[in-house]
Structures are given as C-alpha cells and as structure tokens.
C-alpha cells in the first residue's frame, strides 16, 4: 500500500480512489441530510448554518474515504467538531435562553469535557478507536434530562438523538471486529446513522424554533 495512504479501516484493502467503496458513496447520506434540513429550515439561520456544516460533513469524509491522507483526515473531522460546536451554542441560546458571552462560555466548556472524557473511554476496551467521539453522546444526554422539564419535546428528540448515535458508534467500534466476518465492514453504517441524527439534531432544533415563533 502507498505509504502516504492511511489503512484506518476493514474495507480499504489498498490505495487508490475506490478502495472503500461503500464508505466512500455512503457519505451521499450527509448530503441528503444537509439538502433536507436546508428545505424544512428555510428562513431559520442557525438550521441553515446546520444545513451548510452537513454538507462540509460529507464532503470531508468522502475525501477522506477516498483519499485516506492526513489532510483529509482533517477534513474528515474539523466539520464534526464544527456542528457539534454551532449545536451547543444553539442549544444554550435557544434551549437555555443564554445570549452573549454566557453561552459563547458554556459552548467552551465542551473542551475541558472533552478532555476529561475522552481519557477515560480510551481506557475502555472496544472503545478506544471511538474515544474521541464519547463525549457527544454523554453531552446530548445531559442535555435531555436538564431539559426533561423546561421543553420535554425538546428533550425527548435529543433523546432520540442519543439513541440514534449509540447505534451508530457500536457499527464504528464493529468495524474491525467484524472485519473477517464481514469484509466490507461496518464503518458504512456509521455514515448513514450519522446522517440520519445529525439531521435529526437539526430538526430538532427547528420544531423548537418554529414553535417558538408560533407562540409569539
């Protein structure tokens, strides 16, 4: 194999463009997603930043899937860490009614989470490849029993959410475990569950939005 090339998962069996197929064309599942939540949020700016960032999601991670160099391993992952940013804000702005410097400053305590977090799910066994992506699920979690009284909608979506990204991170942590069994692997899933919560993440948030606006 190329040496600049990245091995990172069980369907790439070699370089070249194609070598994960399955994980490469999946990534079309982000951009349904994002053409989706763009539609259903027209005129709601934080749904349609949602909608943009989608985007970014399956353009990086089909460039890694394809390429598996380090730049695109970047690319792959900085619009994640994106969207799981912009959600947070949106969530202490229009969950938590925070504005400001209050919820630019709750947004960043996601990094000392995080790396409080991620230490300790490495130390898990099966978890280790998916450490870094723990604490989103354990974030969206808190979120929905803070908010199980203030908007129980609200909070039983992010429920969903949750429920919806523990499948996904069990076909991620599959992938090589599987992979004798199962030469294509499991990675693929990954992608067409991520795409199906992230969008419904931001759907979501345009119910809330939209209920507000109804309210007024």
């Given at each position: ?130 450490a870094a992506y723990m604490p989103v ?66 759907e979501v948030l345009r119910r809330h ?8």
């Amino acid at each position: 194999m190329d040496s600049d090339v990245i091995d990172a998962y069980c369907e790439r069996l070699g370089p070249g463009l194609w070598a994960e197929p399955w994980n490469a064309v999946t990534n079309l599942a982000f951009v349904i997603a994002a053409l989706v939540v763009w539609q259903r949020g027209r005129g709601v700016l934080p749904v349609q930043v949602l909608a943009v960032v989608l985007l970014a999601i399956g353009v990086g991670s089909g460039l890694w899937h394809m390429l598996a160099v380090p730049w695109t391993g970047a690319a792959d992952v900085l619009p994640i860490v994106v969207f799981v940013l912009v959600y947070i804000h949106c969530a202490n702005r229009y969950f938590w009614g925070l504005r400001g410097v209050k919820a630019l400053g709750a947004t960043l305590l996601f990094f000392p989470f995080a790396a409080l977090v991620i230490p300790l799910a490495a130390k898990v066994p099966g978890i280790e490849s998916s450490a870094a992506y723990m604490p989103v699920p354990l974030m969206i979690a808190g979120y929905a029993i803070a908010l199980r009284h203030r908007l129980p909608e609200v909070a039983r979506g992010l429920g969903i959410g949750v429920a919806i990204l523990a499948v996904s991170l069990a076909m991620r942590m599959l992938d090589e475990p599987m992979c004798s069994a199962f030469p294509m692997g499991t990675h693929f899933a990954w992608h067409l569950l991520n795409a199906l919560m992230l969008g419904w993440m931001a759907e979501v948030l345009r119910r809330h939005l939209a209920g507000e606006a109804g309210g007024r």
